[in-house]
């Protein structure tokens, strides 16, 4: 079967496929008009699909992807721009949880559509960790404390830079204030470090914070964990991570206690053009 599958009967001749491909590896026929691969053009593909999806007409293929991968957009489903600039500022980074699990079905569709965020070169490098255990996600706060006793004993000038000592305090009080209480934890992570693998990782994890918004399903950012993760060897064991397992960041998940009926203020937009 050919890479590069093209139905004639179907394709138009329109050009698009020629005009999406990222790496312009699609080029027309002189004779027949139909798109065709430059030389080379299968151990030059990344993958991305963008000419199969592209296409108006359903007459491409690419023999490495399935078929029946490549979805039609539900037109229904089309917002306006106000409906989505609403959504998109009533996001809020929450720090109160209820005590109450989020489904399993419910994380898996939260979790289905980071597969969806861009990664440079399509490499789809990011790799995933679900907590879905309450006790082990408030195990991963213990053990963050934990290292952050240690720093504080060894380095106090570092440990008053992040104000260790009141997030020792108020655990020792009983406040969570490194995951919140959050029931679970999402994390991103590559088997090795990259050029991008940072940049790869906090767009998937925006990806799973809007999706979580989307899902009802409130999400912050672990900043402490991510900080401490990759210092604390007993944190990537608990885990299940390899010693090598770059942790770029992770997201906390769950239901907010409390909703938020207005947005906040922010800065006026600082734009220069040119």
């Known amino acids: 079967m050919s890479f590069f599958i093209v139905d004639a009967q179907k394709c138009r001749r329109c050009g698009v496929c020629v005009a999406e491909c990222p790496n312009r590896l699609i080029l027309q026929d002189g004779e027949t008009g139909l798109p065709k691969l430059r030389y080379r053009g299968e151990q030059d593909c990344i993958l991305c699909g963008h000419c199969v999806a592209a296409c108006p007409f359903y007459a491409l293929n690419l023999e490495p992807l399935p078929a029946a991968g490549f979805v039609p957009l539900d037109k229904e489903l089309k917002i306006n721009f106000e409906q989505g600039e609403q959504f998109l500022k009533s996001r809020r980074s929450i720090r109160a949880y209820k005590d109450k699990p989020v489904p399993r079905e419910v994380l898996d569709q939260i979790m289905d559509v980071a597969r969806f965020a861009p990664t440079a070169s399509h490499r789809q490098e990011v790799r995933w960790l679900l907590v879905e255990d309450p006790a082990t996600t408030h195990r991963i706060a213990e053990l963050v404390i934990e290292w952050m006793t240690a720093v504080r004993r060894a380095e106090p000038e570092r440990a008053k830079q992040y104000r260790m ?3 020792i305090a108020g655990w020792i009080k009983g406040r969570d204030l490194i995951l919140r209480g ?3 934890l999402a994390v991103a992570w590559t088997e090795q470090p990259g050029r ?7 767009i998937a994890l925006t990806y799973v914070e809007l999706a979580a918004h989307a899902a009802g399903v409130a999400a912050c950012w672990a900043g402490f964990f991510t900080h401490a993760v990759e210092h604390y060897p007993p944190l990537k064991e608990l885990l299940g991570l390899p010693p090598q397992a770059q942790v770029h960041g992770g997201q906390m998940l769950g239901y907010a206690r409390y909703p938020y009926p207005r947005l906040p203020w ?4 600082e734009l220069r053009r040119i």
């Open 182 to 184: 959050a029931p679970h």
């Open 165 to 167: 000592a009141g997030l």
């Open 196 to 202: 991008w693998a940072a940049v790869d990782c906090a």
């Open 266 to 269: 922010r800065k006026p937009l």
